[in-house]
């Protein structure tokens, strides 16, 4: 936790929507003139595509099946720790991006599937943002999730959360439907153990859940809209939250129970918006304390 260079860390499993929530919270930073400093998880992975593959056809003849994008041993947690750690001391740091697609990978004249170099993060930043897999992850051996001021969890229900990751595994990134879905199954280990626990951490967790049949994900030909849904928003500490005013705001909404609201999925990004802002406002008023302090 840091007053002088706040740390936001948005986290969620592969296909939960945490890029998708970013641009909501790109829209907030534009219209606070907040200059944030975003860290995309996926740059933490341990290996390249390629040395990916290579490992994991070595483990799986060792008989390790469930060798995977979410465990320790394939990430830098350490890394994802020493620069929250230092961002949080200075407001300096590392960080690089993982090229998924061609498109991507064509503006860095790279390969897909590769990392850009270690760069250092713009001077000056108001905040890191950190979106991705591993947030808020505690080890034995790491805390991650010690570091950020506000941690955000995105989780839809399992079954949205396969067909959001099958859909842009598909459309997106260039995947059939069986190596989605076998990716699916060798991660569910290392997504119990590192993934759902993170969950615990969060300050807030936002869970989509479909009003529409999605009982067979790998046949749905569509990821259900956002008037199909609704979203349940959980607070670990509902402390100083102005349900009242949620309420309010945001038409059609109803609390489930004394620390949880549920609002329509088309009002999500509206949600965000009013529960966040506030937020924002409070750790660039912490801040400007610090810095005139000093
Ligand atoms: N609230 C939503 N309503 C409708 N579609 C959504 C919503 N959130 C995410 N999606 C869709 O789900 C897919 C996955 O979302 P997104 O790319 O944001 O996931 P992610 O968590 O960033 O995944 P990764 O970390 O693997 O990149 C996208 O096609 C996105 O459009
Ligand atoms: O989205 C992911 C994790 O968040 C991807 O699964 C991971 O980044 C690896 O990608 P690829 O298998 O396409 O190289």
């Known amino acids: 936790?840091?007053?002088?260079?706040?740390i936001?860390?948005?986290t969620g499993s592969s296909g939960a929507g945490t890029s998708t929530?970013?641009?909501?919270?790109?829209?907030?930073?534009?219209?606070e003139g907040v200059k944030a400093a975003v860290i995309e998880g996926d740059s933490f992975h341990r290996y390249n595509r390629k040395e990916m593959q290579v490992r994991a056809a070595e483990a799986?003849?060792?008989g390790n099946k469930h060798f995977s994008h979410f465990s320790a041993e394939n990430n830098l947690f350490g890394e994802i720790e020493d620069l929250f750690r230092t961002y949080g001391e200075c407001g300096r740091g590392k960080s690089r991006k993982y090229l998924h697609t061609a498109e991507e990978a064509a503006a860095y004249k790279l390969d897909p599937g590769t990392f850009t170099p270690w760069e250092e993060l713009d001077e000056n930043t108001d905040m890191l943002y950190y979106e991705g897999l591993h947030g808020a992850v505690v080890t034995p051996e790491h805390n991650i999730a010690q570091y950020p001021d506000l941690r955000v969890g995105v989780v839809p229900v399992i079954n949205l959360e396969w067909?959001?990751?099958l859909w842009r595994d598909k459309h997106q990134r260039g995947y059939s439907t069986e190596a989605v879905t076998d990716t699916i199954l060798r991660r569910m280990?290392?997504?119990?153990?590192?993934?759902?626990?993170q969950f615990a951490h969060t300050h807030v967790n936002f869970q989509r859940v479909p009003m529409v049949d999605t009982s067979n994900p790998f046949i749905a030909r569509d990821i259900p809209s956002?008037?199909?849904s609704v979203v349940v928003i959980r607070f670990a500490n509902p402390k100083g939250i102005d349900f009242q005013y949620l309420l309010t705001m945001i038409h059609d909404a109803w609390m489930s129970r004394a620390n949880t609201i549920v609002v329509p999925g088309g009002k999500m990004e509206l949600a965000m918006q009013l529960i966040f802002t506030p937020f924002v406002w409070r750790m660039l008023e912490r801040k400007k304390r610090a810095m005139d302090l000093t």
Not at 1 to 6: I, V
Not at 21 to 31: E, L
């Open 226 to 228: 956002a008037d199909e």
């Open 21 to 31: 929530v970013t641009r909501t919270f790109s829209n907030i930073f534009r219209r």
């Open 60 to 62: 799986e003849q060792q």
């Open 1 to 6: 936790m840091s007053e002088r260079h706040p």
């Open 189 to 197: 280990p290392d997504y119990v153990n590192y993934i759902v626990p």
């Open 163 to 165: 067909i959001q990751k």
């Open 8 to 10: 936001i860390a948005i």
